[in-house]
């Protein structure tokens, strides 16, 4: 059983478009997170929701909108899409936060290509 | 603010070679240290940590020691293998969330 799962694992679409990423985790983790990742591997925060609620939103475009339907789930859904949205999207999860220490466990990731 | 520095690859090595990758941070308080490790194609797997002063965080021969005096967090293998070809990243906790160093990129030629 995969721990953290997203879907799709690629995703092409031209630019103006809307997509959704989904992220599902079985460990019973009450924090999720979305990763930007560039082309030269920088990994930036975006979003963090603990137990559905909002919880880290950093400098994002709005037209990123993450939602979380319960703690188990956290989607990622994307207006009007741009050139430089172009990367790869990782969710992760953790117990406790991260304030507690154990770290993260990722998902394998979302390559977003905008054309 | 907090922040990861860590040495800029490639790092190219032998098999069988000491690795060593540097990493100091900058944070106030007493943060958690990480290192994180990504083959190809995949996500980030958590390699080791260390949660205060002092803490050595092993595993797969992998090590790194939690140096508040020097702020850094170095890790090191005595033996690396082909399969060890990763990217590896130090990241610390701030707050609810982990801040990342830039990785370095290891190459392993057998």
């Known amino acids: 059983d995969t721990a953290v799962s997203q879907t799709p694992k690629y995703l092409v679409t031209q630019m103006g478009n809307d997509k959704s990423i989904k992220c599902e985790q079985n460990?019973?983790?009450?924090?999720m997170y979305w990763y930007k990742q560039d082309s030269k591997k920088f990994l930036k925060i975006m979003f963090s929701y603990n137990n559905k609620e909002l919880i880290i939103n950093e400098t994002v475009p709005n037209r990123f909108s993450p939602k979380s339907p319960d703690k188990a789930h956290l989607n990622l859904h994307i207006n009007s899409l741009e050139l430089g949205d172009s990367a790869v999207y990782f969710c992760?999860?953790?117990?406790?936060?991260?304030?507690?220490?154990?770290?993260?466990?990722f998902g394998s990731g979302t390559r977003l290509t905008v054309v | 603010g907090d922040s990861v520095t860590q040495m800029e690859g490639p790092v190219t090595l032998s098999e069988e070679a000491f690795l060593t990758i540097n990493c100091t941070y900058t944070a106030t308080g007493y943060p958690s240290l990480f290192w994180y490790v990504q083959y190809p194609g995949e996500g980030l797997q958590l390699l080791l940590k260390?949660?205060?002063?002092?803490d050595k965080g092993s595993n797969k021969g992998f090590e790194a020691t939690y140096r508040k005096e020097t702020t850094s967090f170095h890790l090191e293998k005595g033996s690396v293998q082909v399969s060890d070809s990763a990217v590896y990243f130090c990241?610390?906790?701030?707050?609810?969330?982990?801040?990342f160093g830039k990785g370095t990129r290891l190459h392993i030629l057998p």
């Open positions: 260390a949660t205060k002063a002092d």
């Open positions: 990241a610390l906790t701030r707050d609810d969330k982990i801040i």
């Open positions: 460990l019973g983790h009450d924090t």
């Open positions: 992760a999860s953790s117990q406790d936060g991260a304030r507690a220490g154990y770290g993260y466990t």
